[in-house]
């Protein structure tokens, strides 16, 4: 408690008053001569002391009225933690604005961003000569840190300018850092916001300096109807024209109530391509699934897109889809093999412009001499040895995300081959079964594994059942090859117990090992309707060394992108949605070049990297997946958490209305002022005090 008028307090001597007067009336008892002593003998004991205890009383009242009265005078006023330092002591007002995308919700006083601005300009009517001020933005976007200054016009128009923005910090953090930026020996920090709980706080407390306060200015909210999506996956090692790709999309319904029938669409370069429905409970994740079909090649810039709803910034969900525009491709042609059948079916003739394939056919003798990081797949058409020299130069190959596919060879050194199978930990080679060119059949397709990524679009859905069946081609001789290891996977299995086709998973790329040459001495494949579509599936597949999509990365948080297939000493360029450049800090890895994000992608979109003139890959940039969650904490909550969190003295101000809260603010600032307190409690006395001097009578002596 304090005074407002503390001069008055000298006052309080006049108690003394009632007090002096009682021991001036005090008189010495004089001698009455009585003719008896009759009438003295009725003066009870018990009398006497009554009429002590009433006079003790009456003095008692009467000081604590002139003590209440001086008191009201004195203009007392009772006063918080936040208030209890003196109007005189230089202060730092930190305004901490919430800025991020959850503000753009509509709640009972308008946008939420509109209230906490409005909120703020009343905060900066109560800024004193000799204060400063700060505006500390929970989304800065990477921009410097701003300072205290002592010109409220300024500190105004930067409000003027503020808008909402992806990448916000936590409020516990926002707060920590604005309060750091004040050297006042006074700092209180006001926080407008909408007390959003999944943006609340960070796991790791951290104290804030020492007379620093906090005050909170929770905007008016409301339950909101929110479908966010929350990630977008495709689920297709192949992406090709004309050729169907698999995504995924995780939806969330952060509103009260079930949707039915919800629809989400996927775009592909700005056309829609599918559409799907889907059933949202409240509060879970849904997995929705698409099948979109692309028309051209290259980075193409894709989103999710939702229902309209109360909050539309995280409607629409970008990702990239990479189509090749050309798959590189290798054939090795075997000693003494003929490939008529791969070379018609590589052909320019055959895959005219639907296929985007450029092939480079060399002898097995030129093998160890190739550059085989320079293509996307290696096809081994029966090499008849492998020296060790080349299985080396193999494995690494498919170690660093190269795809080769094996076709045995009649004359095949067992020994050269069980290496490159040991150094890709595949299996081992097992000898033949059969005879070349005979009419005979010595085994048939058993089991195919239709849901493999690779048999995508070779056939229907209908046969893409597990009870369907698939057309046989006669097989007269086969490489019996044994798998091993836990990597591997066999697509096609031979009702003799070996694999048609296997596939090898080893580093970062892929070995896909099949028991026949394309030849007709082994079987009838070739001349078989599965044999183009599976050759093609098998390079397509081979060469998707990494995800057909590109990365997706948050809005306003920091990361890090490896850029690969560019020079070293390359410059790389992030251009934004709108057309603006900005080039972050890169160094150069083995093989790729690294880029430092940092905070600068604020605006979710698709941007692109730049290699001068070359676009060499697109990201997509989301919103934060926890600011679609707009459920508030309450008022008390917040508080206990900032409290445990920062170290400082936490208080919520509520005000009926915008133009109250620099009232509010004052009050609190000045105290609670309790005058009339005191001098209600002096009437009180003063009456109690009537009221016995008038009413007891000790002294009367009943007869």
């Known amino acids: 408690m304090s005074f407002l008028n503390p001069a008055a307090l000298l006052a309080l001597a006049a108690v003394a008053v009632p007090l002096f007067l009682h021991f001036f009336n005090l008189r010495q008892p004089r001698t009455v001569e009585f003719s008896s002593l009759d009438f003295v003998k009725e003066l009870q004991e018990s009398t006497v002391q009554r009429v002590r205890i009433k006079e003790w009383l009456l003095l008692l009242l009467r000081m604590l009225a002139i003590a209440c009265l001086v008191l009201a005078f004195a203009q007392p006023t009772l006063t918080s933690d936040l208030g209890g330092m003196g109007a005189s002591v230089p202060t730092t007002h930190a305004l901490v604005v919430d800025n991020s995308l959850s503000m753009t ?48 016009g300024v500190v105004r128009q930067a409000l003027a300018n503020l808008e909402p923005r992806a990448g916000a910090s936590a409020l516990s953090r926002a707060i920590v850092e604005a309060a750091g930026q ?13 007390l959003q709980a999944s943006t609340l706080g960070d796991s790791v407390a951290t104290k804030v300096p020492d007379g620093v306060s906090v005050q909170l200015l929770p905007v008016k909210t409301r339950t909101q109807s929110n479908v966010a999506i929350t990630d977008v996956t495709v689920t297709s090692r192949i992406a090709e024209v004309d050729q169907p790709v698999q995504l995924e999309a995780t939806l969330v319904n952060h509103g009260p109530e ?39 090649r290259g980075w193409l810039d894709g989103a999710v897109v939702t229902e309209d709803d109360d909050v539309p910034v995280d409607d629409r969900h970008h990702f990239t889809l990479h189509v090749p525009e050309e798959r590189r491709v290798l054939l090795v042609r075997g000693e003494g093999q003929r490939t008529k059948y791969l070379d018609l079916a590589l052909s320019s003739e055959m895959i005219e412009s ?26 081994l058409a029966g090499p008849r040895s492998l020296s060790s020299g080349e299985v080396d130069a193999l494995t690494r190959y498919v170690d660093r995300g190269g795809g080769l596919l094996l076709f045995p060879n009649a004359q095949a050194r067992p020994e050269d081959y069980n290496a490159l199978f040991g150094a890709l930990d595949a299996g081992s080679f097992r000898g033949f079964s059969g005879a070349l060119s005979a009419d005979r059949t010595v085994a048939s397709f058993d089991r195919v594994d239709l849901a493999h990524p690779l048999f995508e679009g070779v ?4 046969r893409r059942r597990e009870d369907a069946s698939v057309e046989q081609p006669d097989i007269h001789y086969v490489m019996n090859f044994r798998p091993s290891g836990q990597s591997g996977q066999t697509l096609i299995e031979l009702s003799n117990g070996f694999p048609f086709l296997h596939e090898v998973r080893h580093g970062g790329g892929r070995l896909l090992v099949t028991a026949v040459a394309p030849t007709r001495d082994w079987s009838e494949l070739p001349v078989h309707g599965l044999f183009v579509p599976l050759l093609y599936r098998s390079v397509y597949y081979l060469s998707a060394s990494t995800s057909v999509a590109g990365e997706q990365l948050v809005a306003g948080r920091p990361a890090e992108l490896r850029v690969t297939g560019v020079a070293p000493d390359a410059s790389l360029r992030l251009r934004r949605p709108g057309g603006i450049e900005v080039t972050p800090e890169q160094r150069t890895l083995f093989g790729a070049t690294l880029l430092q994000i940092g905070t600068t992608l604020t605006e979710p979109g698709v941007y692109d990297v730049q290699a001068g003139t070359t ?50 603010l004052r009050t609190q600032r000045a105290g609670t002022e309790i005058w009339n307190v005191f001098l209600l409690l002096a009437l009180v006395c003063l009456a109690v005090e009537m009221l016995i001097a008038s009413q007891w009578t000790p002294e009367t002596v009943s007869s």
């Open 615 to 664: 676009q060499v890959r697109r990201v997509a940039v989301n919103v934060d997946p926890a600011e679609s969650d707009l459920r508030a904490a309450s008022p008390a909550e917040v508080s206990e958490t900032l409290r445990t969190t920062t170290g400082a003295p936490v208080q919520t101000v509520a005000a009926a209305e915008d133009e109250e809260i620099a009232e509010t």
């Open 182 to 194: 004040s050297d006042t020996p006074r700092t209180v920090v006001y926080v407008m916001s909408d």
């Open 354 to 379: 639907r296929i985007a394939f450029r092939t480079t056919a060399i002898e097995e003798n030129a093998l160890a001499s190739a550059e085989l990081g320079q293509y996307d797949a290696v096809l």
């Open 105 to 152: 919700a509509n709640g009972e006083g308008g946008s939420y961003f509109d209230q906490a601005t409005r909120t703020a300009e009343g905060v900066l009517e109560t800024v004193e000569e000799g204060d400063e001020v700060l505006l500390w933005p929970t989304a800065r976007g990477g921009q410097s840190r701003p300072d205290p200054v002592s010109n409220v």
């Open 258 to 296: 079930p949707l039915d029938d919800y629809v989400s669409s996927v775009y592909l370069a700005g056309d829609r391509v599918a559409q799907a429905t889907a059933t949202l409970e409240p509060g879970l994740e849904t997995t929705v699934s698409f099948t979109a079909t692309p028309q051209t």
């Open 459 to 462: 056939f229907s859905q209908e």
